[in-house]
């Protein structure tokens, strides 16, 4: 089964024979990287090019590593080392690359909607969305659904929580939308001033308490603030009064069923969104995401540059 399409940039227009194609061939390709030779020739010949104007260390080795381990030539540039510091637009830079006959750009902006912008513009290279401001990132979508589809078996009738700083997470909106594709109830919270209009339109149930949007969940999402993005606009008063209020600790933990999952995107800031004491526990599953990010990246570069079978 082919996928449908030539970019990947939003996890809202995807189907759910979409998503099952990704988790399926994300599954796949995870047993390549528990070999001792992690190395297939899947993507020989094929060149990745990760456009990074944004820090990252999660997403961007993944990406990486997934290049690499199926042998595609991968090429890693930040916004420091461009021609943007000599005021090259976005648009001329990703137009070069493409001239040099890269098959795939991914690509994380600080401006909501720059890959969507530059798939539009571009007539060969694929782009994949590595993360675009406040708005999407539904790569780390679709490792969220993989690793709860492992531990739980379904995603149909799932309730999962989502918690903390929703108006400026890409991943909240991600999850949102892949998650009510494949079934599961969306509960998103946090402070009000954390929680923008609308949420309800999307589907999701919305919740100003962490105690009643985790009560019986059975995964539960932790988010960080998003310090980055607050450009002058302060959500909370102290992270100390936001800990107190919306952290998850073992004791808000238990009113979740006993079998929860606790999962984070990362970065974890311990103490303030989550205390080590969960994040390290045993129903704590953040490293197997990370684990999960490079088998889901692997089976998007797969499917948009195709490949020999591994």
């Known amino acids: 089964m082919a996928f449908a399409h ?7 227009v ?26 297939v020739p899947t993507l020989r010949g094929k060149s990745i090019i990760n456009l990074f104007y944004e820090n990252s260390t999660r997403t961007r080795t993944s990406f990486e590593l997934a290049g690499k381990r199926m042998s595609a030539d991968t090429i890693n540039i930040t916004s420091a080392s461009s021609s943007v510091t000599k005021g090259e637009t976005l648009e001329d830079t990703a ?23 530059l798939a539009k513009r571009l ?9 675009d401001g ?13 690793t709860i589809k492992e531990h739980k078996g379904t995603l149909e009738g799932l309730t999962v929580a989502i918690i903390g700083d929703i108006a400026r997470s890409r991943v909240a909106r991600s999850d949102l939308y892949a998650l009510r594709t494949m079934g599961a109830t969306v509960r ?29 969940a059975d995964v539960i999402i932790m988010l ?6 607050e450009g002058g606009s302060k959500l909370l008063p102290t992270k100390r009064e936001y800990a107190q209020f919306f952290a998850l600790n073992p004791g808000n933990l238990k009113l979740a069923k006993p079998d929860a999952i606790i999962m984070h995107p990362g970065p974890l800031n311990r103490g303030v969104e989550i205390s080590s004491y969960v994040a390290d526990g045993k129903q704590s599953v953040i490293l197997e995401q990370v684990e999960n990010g490079v088998a889901v990246r692997m089976a998007l570069l797969y499917l948009l540059a195709g490949g020999n079978d591994a």
């Not at 690359?97 to 969507?116: L, T």
């Not at 007539?123 to 993360?131: D, H, L």
């Open 123 to 131: 007539s060969r290279c694929a782009v994949i969305n590595a993360g």
């Open 224 to 229: 960080r603030i998003q310090l980055e993005r």
């Open 14 to 39: 995807l189907s759910r024979e979409d998503i099952d194609l990704i988790l399926t061939t994300a599954q796949s390709f995870k047993e390549i990287n528990q070999r001792d030779i992690k190395k």
């Open 134 to 146: 406040a708005h999407e990132h539904p790569s780390q979508a679709m490792l969220d659904l993989m």
């Open 6 to 12: 030539k970019h990947f940039i939003s996890t809202k």
């Open 95 to 117: 137009k070069n690359i493409e001239a040099m006959d890269a098959d795939i750009i991914v690509m994380r902006h600080p401006a909501s909607g720059a890959p969507d912008y």
């Open 188 to 216: 998103l919270a946090g402070p009000a001033t954390m929680l923008p209009p609308g949420l309800d339109k999307l589907g999701a149930e919305v919740y100003t308490d962490i105690n009643a949007a985790i009560k019986d």
